[in-house]
């Protein structure tokens, strides 16, 4: 019996696979209402200030580019975020361990893409 309530109040606790999942940004994305900012990321904003170059010294949108390879990561897939407690910059927002499926989204897969 106590192992039944073990793992009930695990499932219970545990964090939530979540289906639907927007992203703002390259390093931020919204599921089941809550948003996230993504730990250990910091990419490019969408802010058309932030000038990005490559490496010829052309400038290119970076912000766009890191969004939209943070959304074709996680496109078509369930994604799960661990809440990791208010983010202490912008207090709207959770820090989130974020996985889907696939891949582990803070394990450099965004900044790789986003290039």
Same mark, same amino acid.
């Given at each position: 019996?106590? %192992?039944?309530?073990?793992?009930?109040?695990?499932?219970?606790?545990?964090?939530?696979?979540?289906?639907?999942?927007?992203?703002?940004?390259?390093?931020?994305?919204?599921?089941?209402?809550?948003?996230?900012?993504?730990?250990?990321?910091?990419?490019?904003?969408?802010?058309?200030?932030?000038?990005?170059?490559?490496?010829? %010294?052309?400038?290119?949108?970076?912000?766009?580019?890191?969004?939209?390879?943070?959304?074709?990561?996680?496109?078509? @897939?369930?994604?799960?975020?661990?809440?990791?407690?208010?983010?202490?910059?912008?207090?709207?927002? @959770?820090?989130?361990?974020?996985?889907? @499926?696939?891949?582990?989204?803070?394990? %450099?897969?965004?900044?790789?893409? %986003? @290039?």
């Amino acid at each position: 019996m106590r %192992g039944w309530i073990a793992g009930l109040v695990l499932i219970l606790t545990s964090p939530v696979w979540a289906a639907d999942c927007v992203v703002t940004d390259g390093d931020t994305l919204t599921c089941d209402g809550t948003k996230f900012r993504l730990h250990g990321i910091d990419a490019p904003e969408l802010n058309p200030n932030q000038i990005c170059l490559d490496e010829k %010294g052309k400038e290119w949108k970076c912000g766009v580019a890191a969004r939209d390879a943070l959304a074709k990561l996680i496109a078509n @897939r369930t994604v799960q975020c661990e809440d990791k407690g208010i983010d202490k910059v912008h207090r709207e927002r @959770r820090i989130g361990i974020c996985l889907s @499926r696939v891949k582990n989204l803070m394990n %450099g897969s965004c900044e790789k893409a %986003g @290039r």
